[in-house]
């Protein structure tokens, strides 16, 4: 059974950093792209950027560009997001989700697992 | 950036009635990555429908999609108690971008 399990709860400061885990378990962590969305209080969902853990290449939405590092461990099925130079409008509840071929028969994917979510509260 | 629009930003039905939401992007998008999510409150969104059409595993088939080129829908015939909560679409065709969600509330 594939699992996705998150470090707990954050509070900053404005200006601080954050990193958030992703510990994976039940596949193959190296071959499944891992993708990061946030989601600000009573808010929708935003896509941050992705990372291939196989050869750790990146993707960053152009919003964090400069903010935001997406790596991983493989010896430990870990996804990491950490975040810099935090604002106030930062605070929002961060998901790791796995991205995987979802259709039996053709090329579609989704995301099909996804962490519990770690709320990152930025406040002076 | 493909935006995605979804409307109502909330619907109020009865549990039996029909829901059809709505999600409009900005420029064309192959019905292949077009994907559907439920989110309920405190929970990590669900995936519900891949590939504008295709019910994941699990699914029950009182949810379909259909839609093609800048206009998909999501339709609930029968709403059941449990399926009260927030859809999400996105789409993959170019990036990621999320739609912005429509809550289906309890009328």
């Known amino acids: 059974q594939v699992h996705l399990v998150q470090s707990g709860a954050e509070v900053k400061k404005p200006g601080a950093s954050v990193k958030v885990s992703c510990k994976t378990s039940g596949y193959t962590f190296g071959g499944y792209y891992m993708h990061w969305v946030r989601q600000a209080p009573g808010q929708g969902l935003e896509w941050m950027g992705s990372?291939?853990?196989?050869?750790?290449?990146?993707k960053y939405a152009q919003k964090f560009q400069g903010r935001v590092a997406m790596t991983r461990d493989t010896s430990i099925s870990t996804a990491y997001m950490e975040l810099r130079g935090l604002k106030s409008d930062d605070t929002a509840v961060y998901f790791c989700?796995?991205?995987?071929?979802?259709?039996?028969?053709?090329?579609?994917?989704?995301?099909?697992?996804w962490g519990q979510g770690t709320m990152v509260t930025v406040s002076s | 950036e493909i935006v995605l629009t979804q409307s109502p930003g909330t619907l109020s039905l009865s549990p039996g009635e029909r829901a059809t939401l709505s999600c409009r992007a900005s420029?064309?998008?192959?019905?292949?990555?077009l994907v559907w999510y439920q989110q309920k409150p405190g929970q990590a969104p669900r995936l519900l429908i891949y590939?504008?059409?295709s019910r994941a595993t699990g699914i029950p088939d009182r949810f379909s999609g259909s839609g093609s080129g800048t206009d998909f829908t999501l339709t609930i015939s029968r709403l059941e108690t449990e399926d009260f909560a927030v859809y999400y679409c996105?789409?993959?065709?170019?990036?990621?971008?999320f739609g912005g969600g429509t809550k289906v509330e309890i009328k």
């Open positions: 996105q789409q993959y065709g170019s990036s990621q971008t």
């Open positions: 989700a796995r991205w995987a071929q979802v259709g039996p028969t053709i090329k579609v994917f989704a995301f099909d697992v």
């Open positions: 990372i291939y853990p196989n050869n750790g290449v990146t």
């Open positions: 420029q064309s998008v192959s019905s292949s990555y």
């Open positions: 590939g504008s059409s």
